[in-house]
C-alpha cells in the first residue's frame, strides 16, 4: 500500500495559486526539485498566466484553464522517463505564476522641479504628481526581461523604472506643450494622453501596459505661489484707494476694535443729542438746549476804486466816496478794473447818480 501511494502521489500533481496580497505580480509554484509529474492538472485562473521555464528557458504560455500536462501539450520531459533516476529527473523545470490583473492608485511624482519657459511668466519651474495603474500584458516578456528568477515579485519592484520613464516624459511634453501654467489644470486630460502616448513603446518592451494615467496636480514652487496669491487678492481687490478705505471703515466699525466702539459710542451721543434738540426736549443731561442765535448779517460790499486822468497823469486809485473831494465832474475822465477804457464821469451810472447828490453852488452874496 505505501508503494502505491509513493506511486501515485509520483505521477499526480495539482499545480495552481490563489493570492490575496494585491501587490504580488508573479509567484514561482514550490516543488520539490522543480519536477512536473506526467498528468499534473494545471489550474489557471482568470485574470493569470502559467509560464513554464524548463532548463532556464521559456518553454510555455498558458492563459485562465484547466489543463492536464502531458507529453503531447509539453516542450518538456517529465519524471515519468526517468526510472533510472529514482523518480529524481534530471530535467528542471519551473511554473511562475503571473498577476494579468490592473495594479490600480499607483502613485508618482516629481522629486526635482521641471524648468519650462511659461509665456507669461517666463522660465518657471513646475512639479507635478498624479496616479496610473498597470498591468501585464506579455507574461513572456516580462518574465524574461524584468522578473528573472524573482520567486516573489512584487509592483512596487518595478513600479521605480516606470516612474522615472514617466517622468522623462513629462519633462519632454510639459516643456514642449507652450501652454500657459495657469492653463495647464484646464488641460491635464490632454497633457495626460501626450505622456501616455509616449510611453507606451517603452512600457510594451517591458510587457506592460499602463491602462489609466492621470496628472493630478501641476504646482508651482511656494514662492511663486505666494507672489501669484498677492498679485491675485490686488486683482480682487480692484481699486486699492477705495479697498484701504473699506478695510479702514471695516476695522473701525468692527465691535472687537476700541477705536470703532469709540466711535460707534460718540455717535450715538451725537445722535441722540441732535434728535433731542431737533424735537425740543432736554438733550441726555437734563439741560433744555438754548436758542439758536441769528446768523451774522454779510459783511458790506467792497467800494469801487476809481482812477482820474487829470492834466495828462493818472492820479488814483481812489474809493467812490472820496471823488467828489477830488473835484469830480461830468467831465472828469475815470476808470476802474473791469471797464473799457477811460469814459467821462457823467456817462457811468453810478458816477451819475453820485454827481446828482452835489448842491448847487450858493447864491451870489451869500
Known amino acids: 500500500m505505501a508503494i502505491f501511494d509513493f506511486l501515485k502521489g509520483e505521477f499526480i500533481d495539482v499545480i495552481h495559486w490563489v493570492d490575496d496580497t494585491r501587490d504580488t505580480m508573479v509567484w514561482r509554484f514550490e516543488r520539490h526539485g522543480h519536477a512536473i509529474k506526467m498528468g499534473a492538472k494545471l489550474t489557471v485562473r482568470e485574470g493569470q498566466a502559467a509560464v513554464f521555464i524548463h532548463e532556464g528557458q521559456l518553454a510555455d504560455v498558458f492563459g485562465p484553464g484547466l489543463y492536464q500536462l502531458e507529453t503531447n501539450n509539453l516542450p518538456i520531459m517529465t519524471t515519468l522517463q526517468h526510472w533510472d533516476h529514482g523518480f529524481q529527473s534530471p530535467f528542471k523545470s519551473e511554473i ?18 521641471i524648468i519650462c519657459r511659461d509665456p507669461e511668466f517666463g522660465p518657471i519651474r513646475l512639479r507635478a504628481f498624479g496616479t496610473y495603474s498597470m498591468r501585464v500584458t506579455d ?7 524584468i522578473v528573472g528568477t524573482d520567486g516573489e515579485f512584487t509592483s512596487d519592484e518595478i513600479s521605480f523604472q516606470i516612474r522615472n520613464v514617466i517622468l522623462q516624459e513629462l519633462s519632454r511634453v510639459l516643456a514642449a506643450s507652450g501652454i500657459p501654467v495657469l492653463d495647464m489644470a ?7 494622453k501626450l505622456v501616455t ?11 506592460l501596459t499602463l491602462p489609466e494615467f492621470y496628472i493630478e496636480n501641476i504646482s508651482l514652487p511656494e514662492e511663486v505661489e505666494k507672489v501669484l496669491d498677492k498679485r491675485t487678492s490686488a486683482g480682487i481687490a480692484g481699486d486699492l484707494t477705495k479697498y484701504m478705505q473699506f478695510n479702514a471703515a471695516e476695522a473701525m466699525g468692527s465691535p472687537q476694535s476700541a477705536a470703532g466702539s469709540a466711535m460707534a459710542t460718540g455717535m450715538g451721543a451725537a445722535m441722540g443729542l441732535g434728535m433731542a434738540q431737533g424735537m425740543g426736549q432736554p438733550g441726555p443731561w437734563g439741560a433744555a438746549p438754548a436758542a439758536a442765535a441769528p446768523p451774522p448779517p454779510p459783511p458790506p460790499p467792497a467800494e469801487p476804486q476809481w482812477h482820474i486822468a487829470a492834466n495828462g497823469a493818472t492820479e488814483g486809485p481812489f474809493a467812490q466816496s472820496a471823488l467828489l473831494a477830488r473835484g469830480l465832474t461830468a467831465a472828469t475822465l475815470v476808470w476802474t478794473p473791469g471797464q473799457d477804457g477811460w469814459k467821462p464821469a457823467g456817462e457811468i451810472p453810478a458816477l451819475s447818480a453820485l454827481l446828482a447828490t452835489v448842491p448847487p453852488p450858493p447864491p451870489p452874496g451869500a
Open 186 to 192: 484646464a488641460n491635464t486630460a490632454d497633457l495626460s
Open 96 to 113: 511562475y505564476f503571473v498577476n494579468t490583473t490592473r495594479f490600480n492608485n499607483l502613485k508618482w511624482g516629481t522629486k526635482n522641479p
Open 139 to 145: 507574461p513572456g516578456h516580462f518574465m524574461t526581461d
Open 197 to 207: 502616448t509616449a510611453i507606451a513603446p517603452t512600457i510594451a518592451t517591458y510587457g
